[in-house]
Nanobody
Framework: QVQLVESGGGEVQAGGSLRLSCAASTRDFSSYAMGWFRQAPGKEREFVATISRSGGTTYYADSVKGRFTISRDNAKSTVYLQMNSLKPEDTAIYYC?????????????????????WGQGTQVTVSS
């Protein structure tokens, strides 16, 4: 069982920045693509960003492209989400996830059904 622990959330004014971190409790971290998702009150959980297991390929939701950057440090078993130019509509609980399906592929994905491990989430609130 893999545990994912997010940190770095908080409250910030519009236009500000936050950096989320997600630490994984596995030495096999570099074998898995990772993703960030978010869920606002009353809405479904939605894809934000994903990164391949090597870190060489990233993909973003259109709503955050150009403002958010996903990265990873495999030596630290940690994935990051740098969020700049934050907007009130970015307010949500942010979850990191480890992609476990299909087995053996290192590519990222926007499909949340392909992620088998999830963190507990961290709240991000952007005030106008």
């Amino acid at each position: 069982q893999v545990q994912l622990v997010e940190s770095g959330g908080g409250e910030v004014q519009a236009g500000g920045s936050l950096r989320l971190s997600c630490a994984a409790s596995t030495r096999d971290f570099s074998s898995y693509a990772m993703g960030w998702f978010r869920q606002a009150p009353g809405k479904e959980r939605e894809f934000v960003a994903t990164i391949s297991r090597s870190g060489g390929t990233t993909y973003y939701a259109d709503s955050v492209k150009g403002r958010f950057t996903i990265s990873r440090d495999n030596a630290k078993s940690t994935v990051y989400l740098q969020m700049n130019s934050l907007k009130p509509e970015d307010t949500a609980i942010y979850y990191c996830a480890m992609k476990t399906r299909p087995r053996g592929t290192g590519r990222g994905s926007s499909n949340r059904d392909e992620y088998g491990y999830w963190g507990q989430g961290t709240q991000v609130t952007v005030s106008s």
